[in-house]
């Protein structure tokens, strides 16, 4: 059952593009944007992940619909972008969540996973902001949030997307810069590390290296899916018109870290999980 902390109308009537909406983190947000009553479209390149995720919000069938896109290729874009007005008119908020990496030393890495990464994780970012911009937002306002990562003290076995994360906190504060005069708001949310389904796309090795990781946050534990789809929602909501060109991190003070003040365990953070219950 998915609730919220927030008025179940807030995104009456709105729509909503969400990249990589159709699993962990990306699917969480839908959910909760569905659940406060807006036309969410989920965008992704795995069919059957769409499939997925149409089936297990069958409830909300009536405010969802995907679209088949991979945000790298410009025309799929602009070809999504155009079925999606033609449809609805606008787009008031985008949620550019869309994104993937994988472990490996810099010395190792080949420039073709190197251009993978870059390309969707920033490139791709840029290509859906502008497209929705150019047909939509410029003519009628609208909030974009963009997902980073944990990368304010360097990306250790993971230079390509730590340098694409990079750059797209930087594109945040550039856009939020021009399009601001049009009404246009443009904000990141940085998860830490969270349990999710991202997990399983990693190895045995970088797995058991995760779940070492909640020792290095403030909270003493991983961050939950609601926790990030909740500054999302926060962004995205009227609470934060005044708000644009910055960065949420949801990570539990993980920035914090220093060996001179180890984090100490405790159970006094309590996870959001979105249900209710604490």
């Known amino acids: ?9 807030l995104f009456k009537d709105k729509v909503v593009l969400v990249t990589g909406g159709g699993s962990g983190i990306g699917l969480r947000i839908t959910k909760e944007l569905l659940f406060l009553g807006a036309h969410v479209v989920i965008a992704g390149r795995n069919e059957e992940k769409l499939n997925l995720a149409t089936e297990a919000l069958q409830d909300y069938r009536h405010q969802l619909s995907t679209v088949s896109c991979n945000i790298r290729e410009e025309q799929q874009v602009d070809h999504a972008v155009d079925k999606i007005l033609s449809q609805h008119n606008q787009i008031d908020f985008l949620v550019n969540n ?16 190197w251009r993978a990464v870059i390309d ?13 911009y150019k047909q939509s937002m410029k003519r009628t306002g609208g909030a974009i949030v963009n997902i980073l990562a944990n990368m304010w003290n360097g990306f250790p076995d993971m230079c390509h ?16 810069t021009e399009w601001g005069p049009e009404g ?32 290095d946050n403030k909270a003493y534990r991983f961050g939950t899916e609601a926790e990030v789809a909740a500054a999302v929602l ?29 984090h100490k365990e405790h159970g006094k953070m309590a996870p959001w999980d979105g249900t209710g219950k604490f």
């Open 98 to 113: 869309a994104g993937g990496q994988f472990p490996q030393p810099a010395d190792q890495m080949k420039i073709k996973g």
């Open 1 to 9: 059952m998915i609730q919220s902390i927030y008025k179940q109308d």
């Open 184 to 215: 246009v708001r443009i904000n990141s949310v940085a998860p830490g590390v969270i349990r999710s389904s991202g997990f399983d796309t990693y190895d045995e090795d970088f797995t058991a290296y995760l779940k070492t990781t909640p020792k």
């Open 234 to 262: 926060f962004l995205l909501s009227p609470a934060a018109n005044f708000i644009t060109g910055e960065t949420i991190k949801v990570d539990g003070g993980e920035p914090l870290y220093s060996p001179k003040f180890p």
């Open 120 to 132: 969707t994780n920033l490139n791709g970012t840029f290509i859906v902001s502008q497209k929705i």
């Open 161 to 176: 997307t730590g340098a694409a994360r990079a750059g797209v906190e930087n594109l945040t504060k550039t856009l939020a």
